[in-house]
């Protein structure tokens, strides 16, 4: 039999959720008599499933992942290539949902690169729930239904976040220069910051405060400040109405040409690339 895409709900979010919130793009399930390829770059966003019935392998390009049902989950990025196939003479069903929003590349990069998540049971659980509440809002979509999606959404990735045990890391209290250095870039994280302009506004020297960014950051300062400029290049680019020159401007860089190189360096693709890479 072929594959069956039928129990699958797609949705056009509004220019506003997609700007916003985080969005959805299909949920539902999948049921799969023979490999469902991707080249990569087909579709937007992130795809966050589980297995409903039977087994399989989830082919990526870090690594294979044996598909079963349980409790667990897995983190698939869509700009990547993927294979999602049953065993040999048998099907699966998937159920989960795709989404996208301007934090996703922070996010992926905070839950790491392996897509396999084991939950205790409560965690698979609420999001096998939430999972259930989106298909519900794709059905029906209420008023307000975009922002009760970004709620659930929101929700559900707190669940991998406590997977990967990131709430369990010690509170440190850092040094005070060190956080109103912190605090000077988030407020105005478009601005090319210099490490000496850092230094003099948090009254240490720069070798000083070098040594506070590595001891409590565990990154140098130019490394902080190129991932903040890089979180902002990203949340422009999904605001369709900024042309990619009007997003270089904004970040202080002195042309497109050097925007441009920046965001291939650090991203592996060119600005217009993954604006394309975040459309339906």
């Not at 991998?160 to 509170?171: D, S």
Request: glycine share 6%; aromatic share 10%; charged share 30%.
């Amino acid at each position: 039999m072929a594959n069956s895409f039928a129990q699958l709900y797609l949705l056009d979010p509004s220019p506003r959720a997609r700007r916003l919130f985080w969005h959805l793009l299909s949920v539902g399930s999948v049921r799969l008599d023979e490999p469902d390829r991707h080249q990569g770059m087909d579709k937007p966003g992130a795809h966050l499933f589980w297995v409903q019935s039977g087994k399989g392998e989830l082919e990526t390009p870090e690594r294979s992942y044996s598909l079963k049902p349980g409790c667990c989950c897995w983190l698939v990025d869509m700009k990547k290539p993927r294979t999602y196939a049953p065993l040999p003479g048998t099907r699966i069903v998937n159920s989960g949902f795709r989404f996208g929003g301007p934090e996703l590349e922070a996010w992926r990069e905070e839950l790491g690169g392996n897509s396999e998540f084991a939950l205790d049971k409560r965690d698979f659980e609420f999001i096998r729930n939430g999972t259930q509440t989106l298909s519900r809002f794709a059905r029906r979509r209420p008023t307000g239904y975009e922002w009760e999606i970004h709620t659930v959404i929101t929700q559900v990735l707190g669940r991998l976040l406590k997977a990967r045990r990131v709430f369990n890391l010690p509170e440190v209290d850092a040094p005070k220069p060190l956080a109103r250095a912190v605090s000077l870039v988030m407020a105005d994280p478009c601005r090319d910051w210099k490490v000496t302009e850092l230094a003099q506004a948090t009254g240490v020297s720069r070798s000083g405060l070098q040594r506070m960014f590595k001891s409590f950051q565990h990154e140098s300062i130019h490394e902080f400040l190129l991932r903040m400029r890089l979180d902002r290049a990203r949340q422009l680019l999904c605001d369709e109405r900024l042309a990619i020159k009007e997003v270089s401007a904004r970040l202080s860089f002195s042309s497109e040409f050097y925007f441009s190189r920046f965001f291939r360096k650090r991203m592996g693709m060119s600005p217009r690339q993954f604006r394309e890479s975040i459309k339906v």
